[in-house]
């Protein structure tokens, strides 16, 4: 069996590839080489790529099928795209933005989105109510139109806000 794990160095990522490698996968990490981590193991194949261009996937990704991608990182609208005929299974993992008043907590009352935040809270409807959230929203909803198109099964997940060392902690004031 072979996994792709799109990130990898990041907080999750070593304890992600580890797992799949207790789990017989033979995994393959692609990054933009920016850095490597001792908690790696050698035998993962390393592919150097940015993720976030459609361009830099197509190329890197060309010749190549996974059973398993996990992406943690990139623009996973892009990854879904080019791995739609690559992968039957696609797990991604984002963050909380597409949450109405995640970027805006003096809105609510308590202030700050609730923690935590139920799958079905409302999500942002415009750009012009929060930009970023918005995109966020958008991409969700692009990668689920794959799974809904029977391209490939997919699961999103989604980060909290604290997540692992040496990550900031969002702090409502």
């Given at each position: 069996m072979r996994a792709l794990v799109?990130?990898?160095t990041g907080p999750t990522g070593p304890h992600i590839i580890r797992g799949l490698i207790e789990r017989g996968?033979?995994?393959?990490?692609l990054n933009r080489g920016n850095h490597d981590s001792p908690a790696i193991p050698a035998q993962v194949e390393r592919l150097v790529g940015d993720p976030h261009f459609p361009e830099t996937l197509?190329?890197?990704l060309s010749g190549r099928n996974?059973?398993?991608v996990i992406a943690t990182y990139?623009?996973?609208r892009h990854v879904a795209d080019a791995l739609a005929d690559k992968t039957d299974r696609l797990i991604t993992v984002g963050g909380a933005p597409s949450y109405r008043d995640y970027a805006n907590p003096q809105a609510l009352i308590p202030k700050g989105p609730p923690i935590p935040t139920p799958e079905n809270a409302a999500r942002v409807e415009s750009e012009d109510e929060a930009r970023f959230g918005y995109l966020i929203r958008a991409t969700e909803d692009a990668l689920m139109e794959h799974h809904e198109q029977?391209?490939?099964n997919v699961t999103h997940f989604r980060y909290p806000l604290v997540y692992g060392p040496g990550q900031v902690r969002t702090i409502f004031i």
């Open positions: 799109i990130g990898g996968y033979d995994v393959t990490m197509a190329e890197i996974f059973n398993l990139g623009r996973i029977g391209q490939m």
